[in-house]
């Protein structure tokens, strides 16, 4: 009888062993059988932009296994603002999107944007005081944070040492001046074989209204009539005419700058990385394309100023399209994207200036091994950084306004014309934007 019920008792064991191993397979297979979170993520940028992005893509799908992120990449900034109003016109945009500050108002309006400010209050791992306030301030629109900013930049002036070298020349300081400026580019702007054409130009800079407005605030002007509700260009004030004229005289009268001949022929920025440009004007963005300089060595500097210091904001953020459909997903991404870890790997690449202040202040940014020496520069300029106005209408008005300061700068009309014809085209703009609010 003992026998009997022991090899009972050992079936019953048996028995349960295999159900316990059933149950366990079953669950195994409906977890393998369900599939991942999926959230698409558009970007724009060269390769080495790609490539940071794609390392955040990767470290975040480590972080949550359950959730994967399609990275929809764009190279060029014209091309991406293209698709996006593609996407978001046929009701199919990318779950998530970097934007920048000037760009996110028309799809906010739209109802195009899931507002972010909510999301943020409720967040464990990041909050509004972590940033740098005028990156905050940037993204708010009707008393709402749309999008969570990824980057505090602003316009620097990028010099080849070596030509400064060769010229005998200092380096650009903190504080220098316009005349300083201006000497140092007609120093580097060289005619080398004596055939009447210039080799080497001292200055590269694109003539367009978000290049010169830091230059109009340095004079003590203003771009548009009231900052906080503007109704027009105020590019016919004395400030600012004066601000475009030196603007102007760079190409037309000192001929330190390309002309459009020159410019069509090979653009600033390839002469820059080709080491015969002395002087460049651009945003942070720049860095990861120069950082593959091999044959000169090159930093930065801020501004020269005018009779006082201002900058110009540049600013992208990740925001959330109000038509994602796992928007608990998504916000996870964006969440992990500008949390320390995040904003580390994309702060490695060279490509921002962190807009976390914990990030900006640490060897992620400020790594002195790897160019620009003075990346410093970046973060204390952003006390003198001013924005453009947050406008519906604003891309309308930059790309009109920019197309007669164009003009001007290639010596094709005045700068009394340019301004009068910049100033009277704008206005429909800006009277839309006002009877929009």
């Given at each position: ?8 008792m ?19 297979a ?5 599939p ?8 724009f ?21 359950d ?18 109003a ?11 999107m ?13 109802g195009?944007l899931?507002?972010l400010?909510?999301?943020?209050a ?5 909050q ?11 993204f708010?629109?009707d008393?709402?944070l ?20 060769a010229?005998g ?20 702007t ?19 209204l ?28 004395p ?28 653009s600033s ?35 020269p ?28 991404f ?5 949390s ?7 702060a ?14 640490s060897?992620?940014f ?9 990346s410093q520069?970046f ?8 924005r ?8 309308g ?11 001007a ?24 934007a006002?009877?929009?609010?």
């Amino acid at each position: 009888m003992f026998v009997r019920i022991s090899d009972q008792m050992n079936t019953k064991r048996k028995l349960y062993t295999y159900l316990f191993l059933l149950i366990v397979l079953l669950i195994t297979a409906c977890r393998e059988q369900k599939p991942a979170r999926q959230v698409s993520f558009a970007i724009f940028g060269d390769p080495a932009e790609l490539a940071a992005y794609e390392a955040l893509v990767t470290a975040f799908e480590n972080e949550y296994p359950d959730i994967k992120i399609q990275l929809r990449h764009t190279p060029g900034q014209s091309e991406y603002r293209r698709r996006l109003a593609t996407e978001f016109s046929s009701g199919s945009p990318s779950d998530v999107m970097l934007l920048n500050y000037r760009r996110f108002a028309t799809f906010a309006e739209q109802g195009g944007l899931e507002p972010l400010g909510p999301y943020l209050a409720q967040s464990q791992h990041i909050q509004a005081s972590d940033f740098f306030e005028p990156t905050i301030e940037a993204f708010q629109l009707d008393d709402q944070l749309w999008c969570i900013p990824q980057n505090v930049s602003s316009l620097v002036v990028y010099y080849n040492r070596d030509l400064f070298d060769a010229a005998g020349l200092s380096y650009p300081t903190d504080d220098w001046a316009r005349d300083e400026f201006l000497a140092a580019a007609r120093a580097l702007t060289l005619d080398e074989d004596d055939d009447g054409r210039i080799d080497q130009y001292g200055v590269g800079i694109d003539p367009n209204l978000f290049r010169l407005a830091p230059l109009i605030w340095q004079n003590g002007g203003e771009l548009v009539d009231d900052p906080i509700n503007p109704t027009r260009l105020a590019l016919d004030t004395p400030e600012a005419l004066d601000a475009l004229q030196w603007l102007v005289d760079l190409q037309v009268k000192e001929g330190v700058v390309p002309d459009a001949e020159a410019e069509a022929a090979e653009s600033s920025e390839s002469r820059f990385l080709n080491g015969r440009l002395g002087l460049y004007f651009n945003s942070r963005r720049g860095v990861p394309t120069y950082r593959t300089i091999k044959d000169f060595t090159w930093d930065v500097a801020p501004l020269p100023r005018g009779s006082q210091a201002a900058g110009i904001l540049h600013s992208d953020a990740y925001c959330l399209a109000a038509a994602t459909q796992d928007k608990e997903a998504a916000w996870q991404f964006i969440e992990f994207a500008n949390s320390a870890a995040g904003q580390k790997i994309v702060a490695r690449s060279g490509r921002t200036v962190p807009s976390l202040k914990v990030v900006a202040d640490s060897p992620a940014f400020l790594d002195p091994s790897l160019p620009p020496a003075n990346s410093q520069v970046f973060i204390d300029t952003i006390p003198e950084l001013r924005r453009v106005p947050i406008m519906t209408t604003w891309a309308g008005i930059e790309e009109t306004a920019s197309k007669e300061i164009e003009r001007a700068f290639y010596g094709q009309v005045s700068v009394q014309e340019a301004v009068d014809t910049a100033v009277t085209l704008t206005q429909p703009f800006f009277d839309e934007a006002a009877n929009g609010r």
